[in-house]
């Protein structure tokens, strides 16, 4: 099956950093998700980008699906951003979700 | 829209006890699906069903079941519950058609077995 490899493992900033995460998987998807989980738990959808690029805010997301990876940017880090952010992918017709293992974040003000 | 919801959020069993962990969702999607996960990784999926009226193992299918009970509701049962099932259970939908194949999540149910 398919597997995905997060870097780095854990990651911590002071306020107003910038940070980039990586994603690399390890055949060709039809999902790619990006996620944060917040300290409470929740899972939160960030960037649904099975290829290209896309922002929100201070967060923007790159796929480049021939190379088989993406990248999460996360820029003027927010004591707020902490917490674990997962990538997810997806292929075949059954839309399972295979998980990294996550990146550990920790913004310090 | 509520989204995905599930219930109960938080529950204590002790082995060998059994429970239905619910989730529905209001969004018309076609698939639904059960992850857990344990402390420091990933989720990993249980069981999921592409579309109302079929379920397919995942991952760690071993010591649950499932039905699909309507397009809407997709349960979790654990019958004969064992301390390795202490976890937490996540539920997602998607639409899976043409209107894409993003999965969005409950808020998870919290599960210790004693």
């Known amino acids: 099956g398919i597997q995905v490899e997060q870097s780095p493992p854990d990651l911590i900033l002071q306020e107003g950093a910038n940070s980039t995460l990586r994603c690399n998987f390890s055949d060709s998807v039809n999902n790619l998700q990006w996620f944060h989980q917040n300290p409470w738990g929740q899972l939160i959808n960030l960037f649904y980008i099975p290829s290209g690029t896309k922002q929100n805010g201070r967060l923007s997301a790159t796929t480049v699906a021939t190379e088989r990876y993406s990248l999460l940017y996360i820029s003027s880090s927010q004591t707020t951003d902490s917490g674990v952010y997962f990538c997810a992918v997806s292929s075949g017709n059954t839309g399972k979700l295979i998980f990294g293992q996550g990146t550990t974040l920790q913004v310090k003000p | 829209n509520a989204g995905v919801t599930q219930t109960p959020k938080f529950q204590v069993l002790k082995t060998g006890q059994s429970m239905t962990l619910q989730c529905a969702q209001d969004?018309?999607?076609?698939?639904m699906y059960w992850y857990r996960q344990d402390p420091g990784m990933g989720l990993r999926l249980i069981y999921y069903s592409a579309s109302e009226g079929t379920t397919d193992k995942g991952e760690v299918p071993n010591g649950y079941n499932v039905s699909r009970l309507n397009k809407r509701e997709f349960s979790l049962r654990l019958e004969s519950a064992a301390p390795s099932q202490t976890s937490v259970y996540f539920c997602a939908s998607s639409p899976y058609s043409r209107g894409g194949y993003e999965q969005y999540f409950g808020p998870g149910t919290r599960l210790t077995v004693t």
């Open positions: 969004m018309n999607h076609n698939s």
